[in-house]
């Protein structure tokens, strides 16, 4: 008997799973506040040197603005003035002559910087004067975040598969809203680093937890839907996130009002169940069976027998043998090293492009909080219509085919947020959170060498938008190589993968095929709704 056979009886897309999946909508809201939240708190406005030290006895007093700025700041080649210089003492003769102000001695800023406070009241730049020779700092923002990140999918994914999903995603919630708000009040660069790795490190459970919990509780028919509906709280989250910057201009508050919707989800966290899944391949066959029972019951469906303990022993969800799994498991068999290779190149390059596209928004002629409003919403009618190219053409070709499309143009790059529901489908259950957990952490590689990859511009303009291409097409040729899911039942375990899975003795069986992933289109048990 297959677990897909006990969904259908207690019907796989009904009131509880949808209750899921708004829980999950809930919680995952805030992530791409967090996420590109350094495009905002961490923005460097206008800024020059502070002129109090040249304005002894009041020498600035009978002086425009404009004139004092003339008088005590080089000129750059574009004739604003510059950022990081300043006269030594002013220079009253160039408000008669400038011809001769290049050849002028200058000197780094004295006395700190005055910021342009006109888009920005305050960010991390102005906060702790994070420019000119301190401005490697505030660049590095971004990566301590996603290095915090990288590590957390590790950790998530080894824990939420010894340790359940449900728990780990309450840790999840709990601590990446305490790091999150203490961060906030942070006395120092140093403090705000620290604090925010640890924040991008915490709350990156939350998406690799809640996207395979919703997984594993759905029905195969329903599992596009629910992909599609899970990234659509980016979606929102992301659309969002500038009016709520808009509103918040100081980066502590910034900070503080897109961590606090994580309270609401810390409250609804009593309402999700563990994974029936999970529960099954760890043995825990009573608690399967209560929520297994409580799912038919909330979707209206009779209470058979096949939900209960006894008939689910004989879903075989993990090896012969009880034992643990772990990261080596992606790589002891040949068919799940493929695998895992496949799926992390195609996360490293889909991250990489799409945080390359993300963190080099140059704006549509328009201010800094629309342009980012307007890259937001064009995400949402692309990934309505995904539900269409799922159904039509199946995960694999409209994967490899959207990121052969993001690397012809490098501009439409809002389809290839399917590869989480996509990887979830392929990995087996007593593994699936390692795997996503891997997948994770090679996203989040791709995403520290988007900052470097922009890098390039300075070698040659269009060189990181050519690096950017290369690696979208290369992507998309490796993901052609993937299996196809759709219609396809969720592997449970590694002998699934393999190939060399017998049912146990005694067991129901419908004598549909074993799971063989001999081939790129990886062929397995075909699953009806």
Known sequence: ?????????????????????????????????????????????????????????????????????????????????????????????????????????????????????????????????LVCENKGLNKATATIFFIGVMFGAVTYGILSDRYGRRPMLLVSYVSGMGFALISAFSTSYIM?????????????????????LNVEWVDVGSRKL??????????????????????????????????????????????????????????????????????????????????????????????????????????????????????????????????????????????????QFIYAVTELPAKLSVYYLLEKFGRRKTEAGSLLITGVCLGINIFISKVVLYSSELYPTVIRQNGIGYNSFMARVGVASAPLILLLEEVWTNLAQVVLCSITILTSLVASFLPETRGKCLPETIEDIEGKREDPVGSPSDGRNKMNYEEPTFISDTCTD
Not at 192 to 212: C, D
């Open 226 to 371: 629910v992909g599609v509906v899970d990234s659509l709280s980016w979606t929102f989250g992301g659309v969002f996130f500038p009016l709520i910057a808009y509103g918040f201009r100081d980066w502590r508050w910034l900070t503080i009002a897109v961590t606090l919707p994580l309270i609401p989800a810390i409250i609804s966290w009593r309402w999700f169940p563990e994974s029936a899944r999970w529960l099954i391949a760890s043995g825990q066959l009573k608690k399967a069976q209560f929520y297994l029972q409580k799912s038919a019951k909330m979707n209206q469906r009779e209470v058979t027998s096949s939900t209960k303990a006894e008939n689910l022993a004989f879903i075989v969800v993990k090896e012969k043998g009880s034992r643990t799994y772990s990261y080596l498991d992606l790589v002891r068999t040949p068919k799940m090293r493929k695998l895992a290779m496949l799926t992390g190149m195609t996360w490293f390059g889909v991250a990489a492009t799409s945080y390359g596209i993300g963190f080099n928004i140059t704006g549509f002629g328009v201010d800094f909080y629309l342009t």
């Open 1 to 129: 008997m297959k677990f897909e056979d006990v969904l259908v009886e207690v019907n796989g897309f009904g009131r509880f799973q949808k209750l899921i999946l708004s829980l999950s909508f809930l919680g995952r809201f805030t992530l791409p506040c967090h996420f590109m939240l350094t495009n905002f708190i961490a923005a460097v406005p206008s800024h020059h040197c502070d002129l109090s030290g040249l304005d002894t006895e009041g020498v600035f007093e009978n002086l425009t603005a404009e004139q004092r700025l003339a008088v005590s700041i080089p000129a750059r080649g574009d004739g604003t003035p510059s950022s990081c210089l300043m006269f030594p003492e002013p220079q009253f003769h160039l408000l008669v002559n400038s011809s001769n102000a290049t050849t002028l001695p200058a000197g780094p800023c004295q006395n700190g910087w005055v910021f342009d406070n006109s888009t920005f009241r305050s960010t991390l730049a102005s906060e702790w004067d």
């Open 192 to 212: 705000f680093a620290v604090l925010r790795f640890l924040t991008g490190f915490s709350i990156t459970g939350i998406i690799i937890v809640s996207s395979v």
